[in-house]
């Protein structure tokens, strides 16, 4: 989950293929022009994208970053609200490509999914939380209270990390399960004694409880955690959607880094559940945290 200002960042990528040289940009051009870059890029006229996004997090920075402008295809991100949703999203042949966190991935992976990984990223920095209520010191103390974080998602990753330092595992608590936007809810409500927060929501409960500790984050957590974007076999398959593919992980990368295009042509992106307009920017990590 992004931090305001892009950080170093262990980046690597399993391209399919060798990638393609892209334009991008901003000014508007000539429907002959827009098909120059079309030609140039190796990328057909007509080609269409559909990425699986999280709350609008690779479309925020993509955007931000202006990696969306000239863009020699269609790009679409589908929203959904967890890394199991973009796993569901796959099986629904809704997309061709979608952003998630380490845990999702293995399970799209064990569930034979026809998807491969084509690009993984190491985040700098905390994004995700253990906090606990005020009067909890340490990881050991949960042992047998309720401890919410989402079933399949890098939240519960990262909670089993962590309770395996203290030599507890998943049997020594009582799972609070709840949607990722509830975590900071059950908390605040008392009926978890810990959780896994977002950035957001762990500013939101620490202020209200100022004696609440942080036991753990995706930063401190072993092993380190990862996200991933995985394609489908079917657009690796497609010559136009693999082109169209390396060119996005590139642009994903040049966002990270924080370079900016410069202008040559416009581009066609959509989202389908809102604008990709980039929401109030919270202290989170580069790359974004996939759920």
């Known amino acids: ?14 391209l399919v293929g060798v990638l393609a040289a892209c334009s991008s940009g ?3 051009s000539s ?3 827009q098909d120059a870059v079309k030609k140039a890029s190796g990328i057909p006229a007509g080609t269409v994208l559909n990425i699986g996004d999280q709350q609008q997090l690779l479309a925020t920075l993509l955007q931000a970053s202006g990696q969306l402008r000239g863009l020699p295809y269609t790009l679409n991100f589908v929203q959904f609200g967890s890394g199991p949703l973009v796993d569901a999203g796959f099986a629904a042949n809704r997309i061709d490509a979608g952003f998630m966190g380490d845990l999702p991935a293995t399970v799209a992976v064990s569930s034979h999914l026809p998807v491969k990984a084509v690009a993984v990223a190491l985040p700098v920095g905390a994004s995700l939380f253990l906090v606990a ?3 909890i010191n340490s990881i050991a103390q949960l042992k047998g209270k309720p401890v919410a974080y989402t079933t399949g998602t890098a939240q519960q990753a ?20 709840v949607t990722l936007q509830q975590l900071g809810t059950v908390l605040q409500s008392g009926a978890a004694d810990a959780s896994i927060l977002s950035v957001q929501q762990k500013i939101d409960f ?12 995706n930063a401190t957590a072993k092993p380190p955690s990862y996200d991933y974007v995985l394609a489908t076999t079917s657009a690796l398959a497609s010559p136009a959607r693999k082109a169209a593919l390396a060119d996005f992980l590139k642009r994903y990368v040049a966002a990270i880094k924080g370079r900016r295009p410069a202008p040559t042509s416009t581009s066609t992106t959509t989202t389908s559940t809102s604008s990709t307009r980039p929401r109030r920017r919270q202290n989170r990590s580069w790359p974004p945290a996939g759920c």
Not at 1 to 14: D, K, N, Q, T
Not at 206 to 214: D, L, N, S
């Open 133 to 135: 209520q005020p009067g």
């Open 26 to 28: 901003i000014s508007t």
């Open 31 to 33: 429907q002959s022009t």
């Open 1 to 14: 989950m992004p931090r305001s200002r892009a950080s170093v960042i262990a980046v690597s990528l399993a």
């Open 206 to 217: 620490q202020e209200t409880h100022p004696g609440a500790k942080v036991l753990a984050t």
């Open 158 to 177: 990262l909670a089993l990390r962590a309770l395996g330092q203290a030599g507890l595992t998943q049997k020594d608590v009582h799972q609070v399960d």
